[in-house]
């Protein structure tokens, strides 16, 4: 049982260049959700699909460009990466929006230079 | 501003000891106060989470308490293993939300010595 699959795990990008996070979930949930974390902080919300074919803002949404692909898939893209772009980013999802239980994939760590 | 913060950045436990972490928030219009363990390298997970209208939860090994009157969660984490090395964060719903609103708070790191 995958749960919840990031693709990259790592990457590099020179400030300017765009680049797209791909996120998988096998346990047939409607909720998938984006978040970055950064050193010493919690986490923080970007972009939410309450179910298939919804999408919306979360925290801290500027920069960043989401696509609910199926119910399976959500990926977010950065249009012109920035070096405060730089953080981890984890992708999540759950049954329902409303859920305490949310299920995290294993992040990616950018660094914009 | 953030709603949920910590006590205690860090803290170091003796194994076989119980740990407590604590948690402070500020939106009395939350629904749900939630507990997450992120292991290194990891991403979060959930360990209980418990409604606004009780006072206590257990779990395998953990105990949720909610104190409304001074607005503080703690989580409490009986005969502490090294398995349970992380970081804990606290993390709430507000209350109605029809929109995902799961905010997290910083997180408080958990070492335990063998």
């Known amino acids: 049982n995958a749960g919840v699959t990031q693709t990259p795990k790592f990457q590099v990008l020179k400030t300017g260049q765009s680049m797209t996070l791909q996120c998988a979930q096998d346990m047939n949930h409607n909720s998938m959700y984006w978040y970055r974390q950064d050193p010493g902080m919690g986490l923080r919300l970007i972009y939410y699909s309450a179910s298939e074919g919804t999408t919306d803002k979360g925290e801290v949404p500027n920069g960043y460009n989401v696509s609910r692909l199926n119910k399976r898939e959500f990926s977010l893209r950065l249009e012109s990466a920035a070096p405060s772009q730089t953080s981890v980013y984890f992708c999540?999802?759950?049954?329902?929006?409303?859920?305490?239980?949310?299920?995290f994939g294993q992040g990616t760590r950018l660094t914009v230079v | 501003g953030e709603s949920v913060g910590l006590h205690l950045p860090t803290l170091s436990v003796q194994e076989g000891d119980n740990s407590i972490i604590n948690c402070a928030y500020s939106?009395?219009?939350?629904?749900?106060f939630i507990w997450y363990k992120q292991e290194s390298g990891k991403g979060p997970q959930f360990i209980i989470d418990?409604?606004?209208?009780?006072d206590k939860r257990q779990g395998q090994r953990v105990t949720v308490l909610l104190n409304k009157t001074v607005k503080h969660l703690s989580l409490q984490i009986a005969a502490t293993q090294p398995g349970d090395s992380a970081v804990y964060f606290c993390?709430?719903?507000?209350?109605?939300?029809?929109?995902?609103?799961?905010?997290f708070g910083k997180g408080t790191k958990l070492s335990v010595i063998p």
């Open positions: 418990i409604r606004s209208n009780m």
């Open positions: 999540a999802s759950s049954e329902a929006v409303w859920d305490t239980e949310a299920f």
């Open positions: 939106n009395s219009a939350s629904d749900y």
């Open positions: 993390a709430e719903i507000p209350r109605g939300a029809g929109s995902y609103q799961l905010t």
